[in-house]
């Protein structure tokens, strides 16, 4: 029996940055909206058998219309209603899986993903149950105290810019969710660390793609815009 892969794609964030009235994964590149990009992948990919669409309550009847029914993503099984922070609404997303045995959690802001970061991502969670994609830091970070004085500078080669998807086996990532959610989730600014706060799997790191880029700003847009015309 081969091993069911759920991609659950988050679409439910407001988008304050980007200084729009329109929600920053319906923003439009090249005439197609940023949320098209990454559902489009996960369609083509064989590794994914369904794709769990998480927005707001009040944008579900517009993605079914102008987005799934528009460009024929037939993997999209259930539009779900996202909560008021990242964690609910991928709480909802898993909720809604049905008998998953890996989930790809992912940004919908992100539409520049691609098949070989869906394998290597699918190849290290098989081994590790828990994995996460990003890339080596370009820069020297620092670590700042409260009053913004440096108090340490970590060696760049360990330093990683986290991306998503994120990638979990489907039971590690529910149990510690249910887990978690018994106690204070202030903090949690990803999906990873409510697995690592478990403290039950190492989570492993997988080699994205700096074109994986996370639409923040309108400065964003102008490089997405690029990155296609390539």
């Excluded at 070989?116 to 700042?144: H, N, W, Y």
Aim: proline share 3%; with cysteine; glycine share 6%.
């Amino acid at each position: 029996m081969e091993e069911k892969c759920t991609a659950i794609v988050l679409a439910a964030g407001q988008g304050k940055r980007m200084g729009s009235k329109i929600q920053k994964q319906f923003l439009e590149i090249q005439g197609k909206p940023v949320l098209y990009y990454s559902l489009a992948c996960f369609e083509a990919s064989p590794l994914i058998e369904d794709i769990v669409l998480v927005t707001g309550e009040d944008c579900i009847s517009y993605c079914q219309r102008e987005i799934v029914e528009k460009y024929h993503l037939k993997k999209v099984k259930k539009i779900v209603a996202g909560g008021k922070e990242r964690y609910d609404s991928v709480y909802a997303g898993l909720l809604a899986c049905e008998n998953s045995d890996y989930v790809f959690i992912h940004d919908g802001a992100r539409p520049f993903l691609d098949g070989q970061i869906l394998e290597r991502a699918f190849f290290a969670v098989k081994e590790c149950r828990a994995c996460v994609v990003g890339m080596p830091s370009k820069d020297t970070v620092k670590i700042a105290d409260e009053d913004g004085y440096v108090v340490d500078t970590p060696e760049r080669k360990r330093v990683w810019m986290i991306q998503t998807p994120q990638v979990f086996a489907y039971d590690v990532i529910r149990q510690a969710h249910e887990e978690i959610r018994q106690g204070d989730m202030r903090g949690i600014t990803d999906d990873a660390m409510v697995v690592e706060q478990q403290g039950k799997y190492q989570v492993k790191m997988v080699e994205g793609s700096y074109k994986n880029m996370k639409i923040t700003t309108p400065e964003d847009l102008l490089v997405a815009e690029s990155f296609l015309k390539e």
